[in-house]
């Protein structure tokens, strides 16, 4: 019986050995046939950060304004006749947009024409008297006395006929005003005014507005404590020595640029004391008239000239559970390290870092997931 019980507990061991080890060889098979299950050496990318020369930028929200504005307005009195555009049109500058009745008009120039004449009748006759009294005159037939008062004469009918012309110019002036003509080019908008209406010279309704959308004004606010900052960034001359102008462009709301750059003009001379804000104003080229006055919109003004600047791909920029931006770097020591930066904008696939980076550290760009 004791045999027999030392027997089982050998069976018995021996089967245990034998399952441990078909599991043993199991597992190494499954192992060979997976070899993505083995331990990976852990690996990153880094990236060496290097000053490199940049076009500094500054985007601010802005509003659009047209380059010019002008107010159409009768200059005569009379009956509107006819509109001569079309709402919401082009219009070119001296083209004629409302007629006015013309009839007193003309036949108040006309009127005019008739008094030149008549003048210049009493002008030829007192020019023959005054002629032929120089004459007599010698031979003592008129007085000296008379000749003077003829010359008189002949130069008050001379006058007569320079008032005469001034009037037929006033009265043919009047009647091209009933011909009410565009001030400049540009769109025109909605008339104000249907035919038979009474118009009245110097009117304060205008008749229609014309602004001109090509190029056009963006204004821009910059908070006044940055102002000197921002003028330090922008402004810039070229190698030569000469002032390069600051170029503004537009962004749309999606991000992407309008179009060509503008340059900046001016910054205003005074600061708002509601908003504390000094204006910065730019044109703009708007060939197509997408751009329309009035429009919300941000605009990157960039300097003419070059600085150094510190630049990392977008991807290595993280953020930490609190929202603030963090690079992990590899330190001197081969040991990854949390660094907490500050940034400002992107360049293509890069963003500018302006602080908590120096340059020649070492930037894990990919791989974060194995740090």
């Known amino acids: 019986i004791m045999q027999n019980k030392n027997l089982t507990r050998v069976c018995a061991g021996l089967g245990c050995l034998l399952l441990v080890l078909t599991a043993a060889c199991k597992k190494e098979e499954q192992q060979e046939a997976n070899p993505m299950a083995m331990m990976a050496t852990p690996e990153v990318v880094v990236y060496q950060a290097q000053e490199q020369m940049i076009l500094p930028q500054v985007e601010l929200p802005g509003r659009t304004s047209a380059f010019r504005v002008a107010e159409v307005r009768p200059q005569v009195n009379g009956i ?13 500058a001296g083209q004629v947009l409302y007629q006015i009745d013309p009839a007193i008009y ?109 190029p056009l004004y963006v204004d821009v606010n910059q908070p006044a404590d940055d102002m000197l900052a921002l003028q330090a960034k922008m402004g810039g001359k070229r190698a030569d020595g000469d002032s390069e102008p600051t170029k503004i462009q537009v962004l749309l709301a999606d991000g992407s640029e309008h179009g060509a750059a503008g340059t900046l003009e001016f910054s205003d001379v005074s600061v708002d ?28 003004l960039t300097s003419p000239t070059e600085e150094p600047a510190l630049l990392v791909p977008q991807s290595a920029v993280q953020r930490t559970p ?40 070492r930037v894990i760009v990919d791989g974060l997931q194995k740090v």
């Not at 509107?80 to 070119?92: A, D, I, N, Y």
């Not at 008032?163 to 025109?188: C, D, F, H, M, Q």
């Not at 690079?327 to 302006?354: D, F, H, W």
Request: aromatic share 4%; charged share 20%.
């Open 80 to 92: 509107l006749q006819k509109r001569l555009f079309t709402e919401g049109s082009e219009v070119k």
């Open 273 to 300: 004391q509601g908003t504390g804000t000094v204006t910065v104003r730019g044109t703009v080229p708007n060939p197509d008239r997408s751009l329309l006055p009035g429009m919300f919109i941000r605009a990157r």
């Open 322 to 361: 609190r929202g603030e931006q963090m690079l992990m770097l590899v330190n001197q020591a081969s040991k990854s390290e949390v660094r907490l930066i500050q940034t400002g904008r992107n360049y293509g696939q890069q963003v500018l870092v302006t602080s908590g980076l120096k340059a020649g550290e």
């Open 106 to 214: 003309k036949a108040t120039m006309e009127s005019a024409q008739a008094r030149v004449s008549q003048a210049t009748a009493v002008e030829y006759s007192a020019r023959q008297k005054a002629a032929r009294y120089r004459s007599l005159v010698q031979t003592k037939a008129v007085s000296a006395q008379e000749q003077v008062e003829m010359e008189a004469a002949w130069k008050q009918a001379q006058a007569e006929i320079a008032s005469a012309k001034a009037a037929l110019e006033t009265a043919r002036i009047n009647l091209e005003y009933t011909k009410v003509k565009a001030p400049i080019s540009g769109r025109i908008g909605r008339s104000m005014v249907t035919e038979g209406a009474l118009m009245t010279a110097q009117q304060p309704n205008a008749l229609a507005v014309i602004q001109q959308l090509d």
